[in-house]
């Protein structure tokens, strides 16, 4: 059963950070490029960051490029997303995404609140 948990989500400060984290089972997670998406309220989902399968290639919205650095770890089937100096405009739930060809599957979503 394909299955991608995100974890890591909560209230954080502007200017802080967090760092999100989304387990993968079920399939072959090292096909896959992964990308992490945010969707505020009213709104349709974006994509933030994207990492290519073996982890070579990144890639940021321009919104959180320097603030934002997306990893992945092949060898525990895990992607990060590290959120630094956050902004309140970050607040929103973000999901994680894997897709290869035909394959698209996503997490459940943790949600974020950058506010003081």
């Known amino acids: 059963q394909v299955k991608l948990e995100e974890s890591g989500g909560g209230l954080v400060q502007p200017g802080g950070s967090l760092r999100l984290l989304c387990r993968a089972s079920?399939?072959?997670?090292?096909?896959?490029?992964m990308n992490w998406y945010r969707q505020f309220p009213g709104k349709e989902r974006e994509l933030v960051a994207s990492?290519?399968?073996?982890?070579?290639?990144?890639n940021y919205a321009e919104s959180v490029k320097g603030r934002f650095t997306i990893s992945r770890d092949n060898t525990i089937d895990t992607v990060y997303l590290q959120m630094n100096n956050t902004e309140p405009e970050d607040t929103g739930l973000y999901f994680c995404?894997?897709?290869?060809?035909?394959?698209?599957?996503w997490g459940q979503g943790t949600q974020v609140v950058v506010s003081s």
């Open positions: 079920g399939f072959t997670f090292s096909n896959f490029m």
């Open positions: 990492i290519r399968a073996d982890g070579e290639w990144t």
């Open positions: 995404n894997a897709k290869w060809w035909i394959s698209d599957h």
